[in-house]
Every structure is written in C-alpha cells, then in structure tokens.
C-alpha cells in the first residue's frame, strides 16, 4: 500500500507537469521537484508507519505485566507469562483435596480402640491403660521430630501446628488424652532411632523401630487404615489383649468402623505395633517381612474441614465451564464425602468416583499398555480419583490433554506439592505449586505458585487470564479499526488530491494515540466476574471473532464516510476555504484542521466502543473502576487541543473556533450512538464474515460440503476401528474356551464333522484337532491389516477353488471401499490382542480380513453345546 502510494503520486505529478501542461524540466526547477518527490516519500512512510501495528506486542507486554502484578495480590506468584492467558482457557482443573480445598488444619475427632468406636475423642479412663500407653507412644515416636503443637500466637486462639497436618492432629489426639508426647521424645531421641521407613505415595504409611531394653526390637507402624489393617494378624481387645484378627473381622471392622468414618469426610488412620526378637536380628532391608503380622492398636479419624470459600469457588468454575476433578491419596469414602461438600459432584449427576488401582485396570490393554481409547471412556464423567499416586496423576493428566474425544481440546490446570507431581505439573498446561505445603522441586516445575495454598486463587487466575485475552482483543479491535480509517484515507486522499489529507506528523501523533496510549488504557482493565459467565474459547479459537470483525467494519465504514464527506465537502459546511490542491509549502487550513481533529476525536470516543468486544450496550461499565483509562482519554483530549490550537506549522494546524470545535466533538461523540446501531445488528447476519486468527486451520478454512465429507470419513473409521476391536475380542474369548475344550477332548471327537454354516463369528473356530499355537505371531496394526487382506485376496484369484471346508455357504459381503486420509493421527497406531494360528493359515486370514472389513460386529456370544457337537 504504501509503495503503491508513493508510485501513483509520482506518476500523477509527472503526468500532470510534463504532459498535461507541457513543461519542460529545467535544472532551476530540479529542487522544486525534488521537494515534491520527498514529499511524496514522507506521505508513503506515513502510510506505512501507520499500517504496521507495531503497538501490539506493546499491549500483550503491557496486559500479562500488568496483570502478573496485580495476580500477585490474589496469592499468584506467576512464573511463566504465558500462562497467566494460558488458565483463562481452561476447561479441566485437577486439583489435590488436602490443604487446597480445605483448611489443612486437621483434629482427631473419632477413635477406635479396644473394640469400641468412640464417636468423640474419650476421657483417658474410657480407654484401657495398656492400650493408652502403647497409642501414645505410637504417635510419639513414630512422627517426624519437626512435627509439633506449639503454644497460640494470641490468647485464646487455636494451637499452631507445625510440620506434618496429619502427625499433627495425631499429637493433638495425645494432648487431648491429657497425655504428653515431649517426654517420651526426650527417653527416646531421634538419633536412637533404630530404624525409619519413611512414608512414599506407595507404601501409604510410616514406621519406625526402636530397641527396648532387653535389646528387642519395636515396631510401630501407622498408615491408610485399609492398607495396613490387611498387614495386622491380631487386634487389642476390650481387655487389653491380643486377639486373632482375622479376614472376616476385618471386613466387618471395615463396614462398621472405616466406612462410616469415611462417609462423614475423616481421613482414617491405623495405628498399629510389632514385637520383634533381638536374635536372630531381623533382615531391616526385607520390608514386606518387616511390615506383617502387626498388631492393630486402634483407628483415628481425622477431620480437615472444607475451606468455607471454596463451594463457592467450585460452583463459579462449573458456571464458567471448568471441570474440576479431585486427584487425592485419600480413601474413596473420604473422598467422595468431601467431594460432596464441596460441591464437586452433585445428587443425580452422572460421575465416576474411582479409585487409582481400578482407574490402571480399567485404561491398559491386556499387555498392560495404556491405550487413549480407554482413558477417553473414563475422564469425561471422573470427578474423584481416591487413592491415587502421582504417576496416576501423570497419566490422568496426559490423557485428558492428548484426548480426541470431545470437540474441543481440553486445556488442564493442575496442583501439586509433592516431589513426584513434577512430571504433572510440568505435563499440564498450567502447573499450580503450593506456595506453603509445596516442595522446591515442585515450584520448579510450576508455572504458577498458590502462595495461600488456596483453590479459590486458582479462579482468581482464571478471571485474570480471561481478562488478558479479553484485553489483547480490545486492542485488537481498536488498532485495526484505526488502521484501516487511517491507510484507506491517506491512499486514496494522495491518490485523488495529490495530498494526504493526514499530514506525516499528524499521523505520527495518532500513531502515538493508538499504539502507546491505547495499549496502556485497554491492557489495564480489571478483572469482573462476569467474565466467568461464559464458556473457554478454547485451543483453537480464532483471536479476533466474528462480533470483532463487525465492529471493526461497522466503525470503519462510518468513519470513512465521515473524513471522505470533510474531505470532497467540508469547505461548503463550515463555508471555509478549501484545502485540496494546495501549493507545496502554503500554510496550514481550517479544512485539513477539521479533518484531522475530527479523526482524532472519533478514535477517543471509538476507544470507549473498543471496552466491549462480546456485543455488551452498556460501554460505560465499570470505566471508573480503570482510573488508568479515564486519565489516558482526558490526557489525550487535553493534548489534542493544545497541537490544534497551539501546533502551528510544525502540525499543519490552524486554530479552530468554538463552533468548529463543537461539530468536531458532536461527530466524535456520534461514534458512540454508531456504536449502539452496530450491536443493534445480530452477528449471525453477517454469515460472510469470518473469523480470523492463528487458531484456523485447513479444517476451519474448508467448504461446509468438504467439512461434511470429513466428519462422514471420520464416523466410518470410527466403526470400522470398534468393529475390529469387537472381532479380536471375540476370538479371545474362543481361544479361551477352545483350551477348555482341548481339556475335555476325548477319541469320540475325532470323527466329528465341523458344521458347514459360517452365519456366525464361532464358525471360524478352529476344528478340534487343530491344536492352538502357544507362540504368538507379530501383531499388525491397524492399517497394515487392509494390506494384508488385499496381499490374501490377491493369493486366491477368482476360480481357485479353497478348501471346501473353509468355504462359506453364503456369499460373503463386499466391505465398502475404505476412505484413505492423506495424515492419520498416531494414536490409531494401537496394538490389538493377539489372534490364533491355526493350521489353516489362509482361512483363517481369509476370515480375520472378513471380519475386520464387516461394518457392524457384534460382539460374540458364548457358543451352545449345538455348536460344539
């Protein structure tokens, strides 16, 4: 555009000069020319300083700095930019439950022991004194050191607890025993120690020996009362004696005892003990030797109350269509219950709640590999994900960012404190480290730090994210609205005239208004929670949309009409000379002035337009709330009338009257009743605009027809794929039950005949005296498997005629052509279970190719004893 510019006034003038009136170059004449040429080259670089919009990495710095800084006041250290834009499009937040959605302040508040459920913490008396003593120094030793109840800061308040929440609410079941653990650390110092086995995501408890006296050894163990009563061979009774503990009464100390605990949100922790002989000395390296037949002392459940703001936090996520799931060590039970309360899964949904030993059973093959297919049928309804490890996060995770299975790619947040939640964190768009619970390895491989430890800084992150989006998008549809007034008029202006009507300075000012200024006055916008009314734009949605676009036009086209109408009439509307076809150096015009103020001031009332880009009326919302903004438009106005008054020659000003100045601002002003007239216009009656932005691929780019037959190509490879999966199951099934057969096989098999019928998938079973092969041929993928078939077809020309005993009574039909893609996505690449090899190789390939091309299998049913015989 604006090389073209520069052309087209050069060719006009010396058309104009030399052939129209005949002049003559002359070497007096050579700098009068030359001034006109500079002149024609400054008026091209105005045109390209102006279309270049320079000022929006500007805005993007300006927004994500801005807001960085202010998220930091809402408990976000942001580490990463990017991801401050990244969380406004989430759909998936996978958050832990302890310490994030509640208080992480956790009390004992029930206890089991001694056969008796207490439902609130007992007297001392209530419990037997042997029991007593070995439940207090259970705690007492086997508690890291560093875990403490310390005196309140303020009278009256609550016990600072230090360390460890869990070992902490267990100390403070000692205390309120009227019992003191400080003496039996002091008789038993961390350095005598015998031996520590650390808690870890697998082992889910904790142990510590200690040598007694007569120099045998202790065992105190606590842990995940499910896990570690499976450990336990005796239990205390009433009595204070031990007493076998068998299967049956752990299951019934499960329903009666851990169940209901569970159900009412306790984390319930077993607290149990073994006596150890000092010679032969027990191998410490042998855990699972070590960690059997325990005595189980007694059950504690722990209470860690809901955050009281976090429902809340969890309802305006759901509003603004973000799932969250709970990723927690806990019990199911436990797990559900707070779940529950938070708010996470409600009466009558539809939700999994699952726990990480079913959630690997349920994603992997019978190789053991995890296959996407699996998982996609699993994350859309989990909401509870209980005793889980990190690798089960890691893989939770994962899936759901690699999934297909929905229309839009879900972009997840995830929390994490521990060491083994770096992978996640790093995996997950947007990693959230605690800022208090948190490891520094998990900091480290985080993108944001919850410096409160708190979900509902998490939505606070959201609203900011969105508003950086939100932001770069006013600016967007600012700037372009500028851009193309200001390019179209100095073209085409030059082009007519031989003149922009914007002079270079002048466009340099607007430049200023529109780069600098505008970014600092959108990009600061505070955040409003109406922003987490809507739904995630999600991974690839376009950055300027369709309601942008209009307002981009729609503001465009009443601007032109304005400056054209100035430009080829305002000398007759305000009865002023005119200022087109000037001399090259003549002073500056009422005309011109009129033109470039108006411009100016319909670009300050535009700017206001720009703070809605969702089609809102209401312009005005919240414009106080932004005193960054009201002082940029005031400034900027304030400016604009010292250059027009006061600029002179070096801005091609002539001062303006009152009158003047008060059609400039009324013309200004009627950008903002424009404004109203274009949200007026539903979008959906522009169907010819389109969006635009990074996010368009070549499937956006398509026609409606190309996009039809692309989703009829992906449904039929979507049949075709369950169909053979139905098939390979199903001859699993037959050799399964063919091995049962072959156990039973007796001589009076050996003359019978196989049926000739082939109407069903049992038809293609091997007859009994073929022997199944152990060894399992190499498995084809998906894809190979069409070439095999065609390679087998090829090897049976029409005529030849096959082994009658393999020959179909019915003709089999013809397999529809299969569409090829020109790119398969790598996840179709899956291996399927292994089939048979028979002796009747080519019959058997025959059949397996029949059946993988067959459109609609079903999966087969168990043969009768018909079939058999």
Known sequence: ????????????????????????????????????????????????????????????????????????????????????????????????????????????????????????????????????????????????????????????????????????????????????????????????????????????????????????????????????????????????????????????????????????????????????????????????????????????????????????????????????????????????????????????????????????????????EIEQERIDKIWPKLRVLARSSPSDKYILVKGIIESTALEQRQVVAVTGDGTNDGPALKKADVGFAMGIAGTDVAKEASDIILTDDNFSSIVKAVMWGRNVYDSISKFLQFQLTVNIVAVIVAFCGACITQDSPLKAVQMLWVNLIMDTFASLALATEPPTESLLLRKPYGRNNPLISRTMLKNILGHSAYQLVIIFTLLFAGEKIFNIDSGRNAPLHSAPSEHYTVIFNTFVLMQLFNEINARKIHGERNVFDGIFANPIFCSIVLGTFVVQIVIVQFGGKPFSCAPLNVEQWFWCLFIGLGELLWGQVVTSVPTSHFKCLKEAGPGTGADHNMDEDMADDEDEIDHAERELRRGQILWFRGLNRIQTQMRVVKAFRSSQYNDVRKPQSRNSIHDFMQPPECLPNESVRSIHSIDETDEDSASSSSRNPVGSSPDPALTPTSPRPQPPPRPRRSSRPTTRQQSLPAVLNCNNNNGSAEAAAAARHAPNAARPRPPSAETWL
């Open 1 to 368: 555009m604006s090389a073209t510019t520069v052309i087209i006034l050069v060719v006009l003038f010396v058309i104009e000069t030399f052939v129209i009136q005949g002049r003559v170059w002359m070497a007096e004449c050579t700098p009068v020319y030359v001034q006109y040429f500079v002149k024609f080259f400054i008026i091209g670089v105005t045109v390209l300083v102006v279309a270049v919009p320079e000022g929006l990495p500007l805005a993007v710095t300006i927004s994500l700095a801005y807001s960085v800084k202010k998220m930091m006041k809402d408990n976000n250290l942001v580490r990463h930019l990017d991801a401050c834009e990244t969380m406004g499009n989430a759909t998936a937040i996978c958050s832990d439950k302890t310490g994030t959605l509640t208080t992480n302040r956790m009390t004992a508040v029930q206890l089991y022991v001694c056969d008796h459920h207490f439902p609130t913490i007992p007297e001392p008396e209530q419990v037997h004194a042997k029991a007593l003593e070995l439940l207090v120094a259970s705690i007492s030793v086997n508690s890291a050191y560093t875990s403490k109840i310390m005196p309140p800061d303020q009278e009256g308040g609550l016990p600072k607890q230090v360390g460890n929440k869990t070992e902490c609410a267990l100390l403070g079941l000692v205390l309120s025993l009227k019992r003191d653990y400080v003496p039996i650390r002091e008789q038993i110092p961390e350095e005598k120690l015998y031996k520590v086995f650390t808690f870890n995501s697998v082992r889910k408890s904790m142990s510590t020996v200690v040598q007694l006296p007569d120099r045998s050894f202790r065992l105190y163990s606590k842990g995940a009362s499910e896990i570690l009563l499976k450990k336990c061979s005796t239990i205390m009774d009433a009595a204070g004696e031990l007493r076998n503990f068998k299967r049956a009464d752990r299951d019934k100390m499960v329903k009666k005892v851990i169940e209901p605990m569970a159900c009412e949100g306790l984390r319930t922790i077993c607290v149990a003990f073994r006596d150890l002989p000092a010679t032969p000395e027990p191998d410490w390296e042998d855990e699972a030797d070590i960690l059997t037949n325990l005595s189980c002392i007694g059950v504690v459940g722990i209470e860690d109350p809901v955050r009281p703001e976090v429902p809340d936090a969890i309802k305006m996520c759901q509003r603004a269509g973000i799932t969250v799931r709970m990723v927690t060590g806990d019990n199911i039970n436990t797990a559900r219950a707070i779940a529950g309360k938070c708010g996470i899964i409600q009466p009558g949904d539809d939700f999994l709640c699952m726990e990480g030993k079913d959630f690997n059973r349920r994603i992997r093959n019978e190789k053991g």
